[in-house]
Every structure is written in C-alpha cells, then in structure tokens.
C-alpha cells in the first residue's frame, strides 16, 4: 500500500476541519475593484441560469442589478410604484394594462427603450412559455396573456384573456425584467449564460462559470424608482463580485476576516458570534409558497386524503421552528409566508394535533402493527419524502429528520429520501412513474396570484391528475375579476390545501444576510434579494 | 506485554467491534430519537460526546454508526480480497496473453486515485452504504491482484509444484491445491491493511453524501453534518472524526503486527 492511497481518504474526511482555516487561504482572484471600492458578496450558489425568467426565478442574486422592471413595490408600504414605467391605466375588468413609459431610458448597449422593444418582451416570454422554455413563475404571471402592442413610441398595451388583478405587483417580479431587443434574439442557452442586456445601474463585466461574476457601474444610469431607491443618479459602488462559496462556515470566515463585505445565507447557529465580532445582520421574510411538501397525486399515500390531513397535523412546526430556527425565523402560519401580498393568519388549522391525527387515521383504517407502523390492506403507512441535496428552498435534511421523529409518534414511518438537482429534474419529468410519496421545495413570487398556477393540473408537480375540487378553487383565483372576489379565493385556496393537505408548510423562508460595518445603505428588497444600488464601501 | 501500543490497538478494536454487533450495550440513549430542547449540548457526564442540533446524543449515534460503517468496510475489503485475489490467481497462473490483458487493466486501475475511482462507480450505482462498500472494493481489487499475481508466480515455481505437474495432477488441482494456499499469506496481510484504508474511504464517501439515508448514523455523515456547526459546536465533527482515525490507526497497528509474523 503507497502512502499516496492511504493519504487520499484522509484528506476527505478532514475537509470539514480544514474549512475552518479555508477562509482565510481560499481567496480567488483580489476582490474587482479592490482598493477602488468595489464590493464582494458571498453567496451560497452560482446561478445555474442568470436569465430568471427562464429557470431559477426565486434564485435571484445578479438579476436584480442589472435589469429593471416596468413596476417597483414600496417596500415600507407594499404600493405598486412606477419604474421604467412612469404611469399605467388599467381597464375595469383588469384584462387590459397600458402603461406609459418614461423617456430618455436606454439599454447598456445604447438603444433606447421604446414601446415596441416592451410589447416584443412579453411577446417572446408567451412564445417561450409554449416552448416550454420557461421558468414557471412566468407561466403563472401570464397565463392568460394575449397580446402585447406598442400603441405609440412610449405607450405598450398588454392584453389578457381572464382578469389579472396581481399583474401590477407581478410586473415588479425580476422575471418580467425588460430586456433589450439584441438579447430577445439571443438563445435560451445564450441568456442562461448571461448574454444580457438591461436597462440597470449595473451591467456585467466578467462571468467565471460556476464560480463568480463581477459587476461594473454604469455611470450614466438615472432612472431609479423614487420611493424604493434613495437616491438618483449612478449607483455609489464601481464593481461588485459575487462570489459563489457553497461552504457556510466559509461565507462566516470570510466575513469575519475582511475577504468578504457581505456573506449570504447565513445559518442561524452562526449569528450570536458575527454579531459578537461587531457585523450587521440584515434579514427579511422571504414572500412566496412557504418551503413545505407536495403529496404525489399518483402515489397511493400521496393521494390518500385521510394520511394527507394526518401529516398536516402530525408536524409540530413550532418544534421545527424552535429547533433549527431558535431566532429571526417565524413558525409558518399559511401556506404563503406573511410577507406574501394575499396571505391570511391559517395558524390554528396548522397547530400541532397529533390525537387528531390519530383519530383520522384510526378511524380511515390504518391501524398499527407490530411495529408500531401503521398499515391498511397490507400497505404500510411509510411515505418516501424526498428532498435535494443543498437546497435552501426546499426543506433540508434536519428540518426532514424532525418531521421522521414527529410522525413517527403517530404511527407514521417517514423514509427520507436524498435527490441530486438532477434526480429531481429526472423524478419531475414524469411523477405518475416516481417513486415517492411526497416532494419538498418552495415557490417564490410577491403577489399570491402564482398559487394558481401551482395547484392546477397543469403543474408538473401534478401532471394532469384529476383533482377536480383543488382545480375548481384554483380556477376561482385564477378567474376572479374584483379585489374582492380575488381576496376570498385566495383565502379559499390557502384554506382548502391546509385543511386537505395539498401543501404541508414546514418553515417560514427567511433570507439572512450578514454585513460587515464598512458597509452602509444595504438593503434586502420586497422579494428578499440585495438591493445594492445605494450601498456604499467606506475605507 | 511487551507491545503496549499493539495492546492498546487491541482491546480499541475489540470495543468498537462490539459496539457494532450489540450496540444497545454501551449506547446510553436512543440514536434517532433526540430531546430538541437538548440541543448543542457540550459533552458531559450525561452526553458524553455532546448532542447535535436535534438534540441527539452524539455518543449513541456514533456507537450505533459503527454498525453501519464497520460492515461497509469488510464488505469494500471483501469485495476488493474476493475479485482481486480470484484475477491475481487467473493471471499469475495461466501467464500469457491473458496474464498481459489483466495486468494492464490492473495497471490502468492503479495509476488512478483510489478514492477518485470509488466516487465515480458510487457516482454510477447511485447513494446506500452497500454501493459505498462496492465502490470503495472495486477501487481495491487492483492492489489485491497484483500482490496475489507475484505470489502465485513465485509458488508455481516451487519443485513441489513442477513435481505435481510432471506427476500428471490436473491444473486446476495443482492450482487449488498447491499454488493457493502458499500464496494467499500475504493478501491476508494486505487485507488487514486494507481495513483501515477502508475505513478511511467509506467514511469519506459518507461524508461527501453517498452513504445511508438520513437519520442513520454513519461515521463520515455525523462529520458531515457537524460542519456547519464548527464555529459553535466543536465537538460534532471532532469526536467522530477522532474515532474514525483512531480506528483507522489501531487497524493499521495490529496488521503492521501481523506482518512481522
């Protein structure tokens, strides 16, 4: 036996105590601007496609910085507020939205934004969604899109066939970003890979794959969203680098030791000492479909109404909270967090019941066996809950391991299953043929018009099962053409999926972010991701 | 008792063996089920390792773990004693064309990486500790092989054996009979230094994900998953890790001795 092969094993399981000092010797190339005020944010992944409006939407971290979006939210107030658009009409029955854009916009690659390029946006968003090209949070903001026209150089007119009355709030989604002409020919892969052209105080200047990206100033931006921005005129910071470091104790290390000015994805353990060693910690609730399970409409537990409901009731979500989230974070009180335009305080029908749930699987005929498993008819009440690997969105391994101890109590034995990204691409493609009983992930979107989409048929999560009453209440949001009758099948929808389990909220998605003093005017925007145009570097 | 060091390796060994075969004897707490209110626990006269974010006691885990762990290692060493010693045999005594064949391939194997090779198999047969096992055997097959291969050629040269053929004894006997049990000594040896080895790249796989499904305890996944917790909780990922280099060094120890013999 070479030393060489007894070496090898060794170095891999002391990865983990070498992260410890990594910090300190990993540092790639000097920060972009170094010395010149550039800044340097560690996040948690590389965007494995910058485009959002193609994959990744909730996954936002460059997207922001460089393309600008027709509307903007007031994040003290929630109110739609113009951006590239300087003001809109919108006709009663809410299918018709004409907004009037502001002058003397252009693209970082010279030509202006006009009504046509706007009206070709959304043109080529509908023709990605047949191709199925698309990221599904642009499917569930136009759903019903009909057509888009440029009623003159700075008037563009979008048309819908059913009443869109999330559309506005939609419209400030970085999904619906308004890209130049140029980019609009460009290809799938080409956008993924960041051949983008936006109208945004930022433009990029070097992509690394999978490792960074730097960002440079452009000097003649001034067309911020008064309101959301705090000032006019270029952004303060001349580059900035995203750096990707999958590692957290390493985006902490790195923080504390000056080679980052910001570190994403903080874990909560490691808050009490960045706050000891004097960094900011900025956090916020992250809007969107609350990380929870999906039940598999074709599994024969997944589509068991009496297991779905006992699961729901089986979890002890403030123990979960309590557990791995002790601070900031909040127990999920629907199924769309609170910061979700929409949402309505369901926390009673999530509280922790486990005799009910008993009593629903007593009285459905599943009754223990031997081994304290419950089964019916010889099945054995052990769903397959599956999760991937590194994934923030969804829900992680402990938060599974403390729902296998819960349900185990009440006679259910949870069988965790780990997923590559690309087993569950594999898992998606068709679910009548997987093999699990419930999915775990999340969905990101401001305004609750997406929860729609995500429980019709249409859904891959659902493909086409027949689920007629689910349907019929997501119909009724989809369809609702007053604010009021929006609002009650809103709560309908939230209220049917809690009580029968369509959805089983975990935890509440917070976005923590850690912020050495140096920097000043940082700020997590209404959808949770870095606002950085008024930030700035001292030293 | 002239040998502390080999005696201390000893008895370490028997422990952690008799930790896998009847873990309910030494681990003081259940290893799945966890007190959340008890989490992060420094370790303690209650909890001798500490508890993990769960609130599971570390010690129990690891205890139970060595199940796990210690029966993907025999398994990578059997796999690896079984295929490499049947090819070293094939080879050494048929000579030849296929004795070039094989060995090439064995050459070809041994000029990658080991634990390079066992990630791209487990990579192939997908997540479980048994695919771990697999994996970390293939990557062994070759060393096996060619220790056995110069064996069997340096037994085939014994008169005995030369004077079983010329008495008219069928190949496959003098294989069997003659050839096998004069070279099979040293694979032994390197099978027990293979344990440790073994130890290490189960372990490292383990860590890296491919191992068990959560919550099994495994030794590699317990210092996986106290990674994110070094700043606040040490002892998660360095009790585990200690047994795992203590294991591997007392394996080490102990077939060092059987090779002197």
């Known amino acids: 036996m070479s030393p060489r092969h007894a070496l090898l094993p060794i170095l891999g399981v002391t990865t983990a105590l070498l992260t410890a000092c990594a910090g300190a010797r990993e540092p790639s190339a000097p920060a972009a601007g170094g010395g010149s005020g550039g800044l340097t944010i560690a996040v948690s992944s590389f965007q494995a496609c910058l485009d959002v409006a193609l994959s990744g939407g909730r996954n936002s971290t460059v997207t922001h910085q460089i393309l600008d979006t027709l509307t903007d939210q007031d994040p003290k107030t929630g109110e739609i507020v113009p951006r590239l658009a300087e003001k809109w009409e919108v006709n009663d029955e809410f299918t018709e939205f004409t907004f009037h854009l502001r002058k003397g916009v252009t693209f970082s690659d010279g030509t202006p934004l006009d009504a046509q390029v706007v009206a070709d946006n959304f043109t080529k968003l509908a023709e990605l969604i047949t191709l199925a090209k698309s990221d599904t949070l642009v499917l569930n903001a136009l759903n019903s899109f009909q057509s888009a026209e440029a009623v003159d150089p700075s008037t ?22 308004i890209l130049s002409q140029a980019t609009l020919a460009k290809t799938p892969e ?54 990707a470091v999958p590692e957290s104790s390493v985006r902490v290390g790195g923080l504390t030791s ?18 000891d060693a004097g960094q900011t910690i900025v956090s916020k609730v992250v809007p969107n479909l609350v990380p929870g399970m999906r039940p598999n409409p074709y599994s024969p537990l997944g589509s068991d ?25 909040q127990t999920p009180s629907s199924i769309v967090s609170s910061t979700t335009a929409g949402w309505k305080d369901f926390g009673t029908d999530l509280a922790y019941d486990p005799e009910g749930a008993k009593k629903l699987l007593d009285e459905a005929g599943w009754v223990a066996g031997a081994d304290g498993v419950r089964a019916k008819d010889g099945v054995r009440l052990a769903p397959k809950i599956t999760y991937i690997v590194g994934n923030f969105f969804g829900a992680t391994q402990q938060e599974l391991e403390l729902v296998q101890q819960q349900l185990g109590r009440i006679g259910i034995a949870v069988e965790i299953k780990a997923n590559t990204p690309a087993d569950n691409a594999a898992m998606l493609k068709d679910i009548s043929k997987a093999d699990y009983d419930f999915l775990t992930g999340s969905g990101a979107s401001k305004d609750i018009d997406f929860l729609a989409g995500l429980f019709k048929k249409s859904n891959a999560a659902l493909l086409n099962a027949e689920q007629p009453e689910l349907e019929a209440k997501a119909d009724a949001l989809n369809e609702a053409a007053t604010p009021e009758a929006r609002t009650a099948a809103a709560q309908e929808l939230q209220h049917y999926t809690i009580e029968h389990g369509h959805w089983i909220p975990l935890r509440e998605q917070t976005k923590v972010v850690a912020v050495s003093p140096a920097v000043s005017g940082y700020l997590l925007d209404t959808y949770a991701a870095h606002f950085l145009y008024d930030t700035k570097l001292a030293g | 008792m002239r040998r502390p060091g080999l005696w201390a390796a000893v008895v370490f060994l028997a422990v952690v ?3 896998a075969v009847v873990p309910e004897w030494f681990a003081p707490h259940d290893p799945l089920a966890g007190v959340p209110k008890e989490k992060l626990l420094p370790p303690s006269a209650a909890h001798w390792f500490g508890t993990d974010q769960l609130g599971r006691d570390l010690f129990s885990r690891v205890v139970h773990g060595a199940s796990l762990s210690l029966s993907a290692t025999a398994l990578a060493v059997a796999v690896g004693f079984v295929a490499g010693t049947a090819l070293g045999l094939l080879s050494g005594y048929a000579g030849g064309r296929l004795d070039e064949i094989v060995m090439r391939c064995v050459d070809v194997m041994l000029s990658i990486p080991g634990l390079l090779l066992s990630l791209a198999v487990v990579t192939v047969l997908g997540f479980g500790t048994v695919n771990v096992a697999i994996s970390v055997g293939i990557a062994a097959v070759a060393g096996f092989a060619r220790v056995m291969r110069s064996d069997v050629l340096r037994a085939g040269t014994q008169v005995f054996v030369e004077a079983a053929g010329a008495l008219g004894v069928g190949r496959v006997r003098i294989l069997f009979r003659h050839v096998l049990p004069h070279a099979i000594g040293s694979v032994l040896v390197l099978a027990a230094l293979e344990f440790g080895t073994a130890i290490l790249a189960v372990s490292s796989l383990s860590f890296l994900g491919f191992g068990a499904a959560p919550p099994a305890p495994e030794w590699g996944s317990l210092v996986s998953e106290g990674r994110n917790h070094l700043a606040n909780a040490w002892w998660l990922t360095t009790l585990p890790g200690a047994v795992i280099v203590a294991t591997m060094l007392a394996a080490n120890r102990v077939s060092r001795a059987l090779e002197d013999r």
């Open chain 1, 190 to 243: 080409q956008r993924c890979a960041g051949e983008l052209v936006g109208t945004g105080p930022f433009v990029f200047d070097k992509i690394v794959k999978d490792k960074s990206i730097v960002l440079k100033r452009r000097d003649d931006y001034n067309w911020s969203a008064a309101g959301v921005a705090g000032h006019q005129g270029a952004a303060y910071l001349p580059s900035v680098t995203f750096e």
């Open chain 1, 156 to 177: 563009v007119r979008l048309t819908f066939k059913l009443p869109e009355l999330g559309f506005l709030r939609n419209a400030s989604d970085p999904y619906l970003a």
């Open chain 1, 258 to 275: 000056g080679q980052f000015d910001i570190s994403d994805d903080i874990p909560v353990t490691d808050l009490a000492q960045l706050r």
């Open chain 1, 305 to 329: 109404d009496a297991v779905r409901r006992a699961v729901q009731k089986g979890i002890d979500r403030a123990e979960i909270t309590g557990t791995l989230y002790p601070e900031i974070y």
């Open chain 2, 17 to 19: 063996l008799a930790w």
